[in-house]
């Protein structure tokens, strides 16, 4: 179900609120995408890890990023996002399962991330390397994986340069991510993470109005521009209208993902579809970790066993799993 967006005061819609994304589109510019404010459910996750804020930060953008590129699936499935770098946060892991599930995960070296200045470029926390995004529609399927080279940058850098190369689809990133400090009923100070995103594509019916890049052969002389296609009219307004939100659109609870839509877009026209909710909600269980323990051999049991049991942590969300390991030394 779809609703054209009206002026602020007789919006006649409802307004989706936190942690829920609404997928949108401009036929007048040919544009389609999706955006998301979060609140409660980012808070969460990343409230359960004793992160360096600049690595809160880091992590909830990546998860911003995986809500909205995840949402596009049409099918039952996992979408995961994955960096594996050389930086002080060598691993970013978000697993997107649909229609919302969220779980997700940094790993990160304590003191090279104390030894970095406050207000670091994230870039410099991520380092070089990789950033891979998986697709998997289940176990009679093959997974379809895209992956994209990390060599400085922020992550809407990253899921630019992902579109250009893999895609082919003229696609802008906005992501922000604040603190927000509150007054509680007691007057005390109260501390939440807010994230928010937008996703726009260009997607004309005839394909030949996207202009694509060439793509060097190799004997172009460095720093040599090659030449590219004109873009279309319709593109180039809404590069020049996305480039107007700022940060604090993008998370301010006062400002309903469907008032920034208005004002970006009004003057052409869009229509807002109902929304998708996404939740703090790991997949882990005691059966799905029962069933790896039971992969293990022997030797690897033995090696587990600690004080007599065999304890695992979930690395998402923090849940501890006891098991007797005399059921796995039974079973092998």
């Known amino acids: 179900m779809s609703e054209r967006l009206e002026p602020s005061e007789s919006y006649g819609v409802h307004l989706a609120g936190d942690d829920a994304v609404v997928p949108f589109q401009v036929d007048a510019l040919d544009l389609r ?3 998301v404010q979060m609140g409660p459910a980012i808070d969460a996750m990343l409230a359960r890890h004793d992160y360096p804020p600049a690595v809160s930060k880091l992590l909830a953008e990546a998860i911003v990023l995986t809500v909205l590129l995840g949402s596009s699936l049409k099918f039952e499935g996992q979408f995961l996002l994955q960096t594996q770098t050389d930086g002080p946060v060598d691993m970013l892991v978000v697993d997107f399962r649909t229609p919302g599930d969220l779980r997700a995960y940094a790993r990160f070296d304590k ?16 380092g070089t390397g990789i950033l891979a995004m998986t697709i998997d529609q289940g176990p009679h399927t093959s997974r379809y994986q895209g992956i994209v080279a990390l060599e400085g940058g922020t992550l809407e850098d990253v899921a630019h340069a992902y579109f250009a190369q893999s895609e082919q689809i003229p696609t802008l990133v906005r992501l922000a991510v604040a603190e927000l400090y509150t007054r509680g009923e007691t007057g005390a100070a109260r501390h939440g993470w ?11 019916d005839a394909p030949e109005r996207i202009a694509h890049r060439d793509i060097s052969g190799g004997d172009a002389p460095e720093g040599v521009e090659m030449p590219g296609g004109d873009e279309d009219d319709a593109w180039v307004e809404a590069q020049s209208l996305v480039g107007t939100i700022e940060d604090h659109e993008l998370i301010d609870p006062d400002v309903p993902v469907e008032r ?23 997949s882990c269980s005691r059966e799905r970790i029962a069933g790896v323990l039971r992969s293990f051999t022997a030797e690897e049991i033995e090696e587990s066993i600690e004080d007599g049991a065999i304890t695992v942590t979930c690395e998402f969300c923090g849940t501890r799993y006891g098991f007797d390991p005399a059921e796995f030394r039974a079973a092998g």
Do not use: I, N
């Open 33 to 35: 995408g999706r955006t």
């Open 111 to 126: 003191a090279r991330v104390a030894a970095m200045a406050a207000g670091a470029d994230p870039s410099a926390l991520l």
């Open 194 to 204: 807010r994230a928010g995103g937008l996703l726009v594509q260009f997607l004309p």
């Open 260 to 282: 920034l839509l208005y004002r970006l877009f009004h003057e052409r026209g869009v229509r807002v579809y109902d929304p998708t909710p996404v939740r703090d909600q790991c």
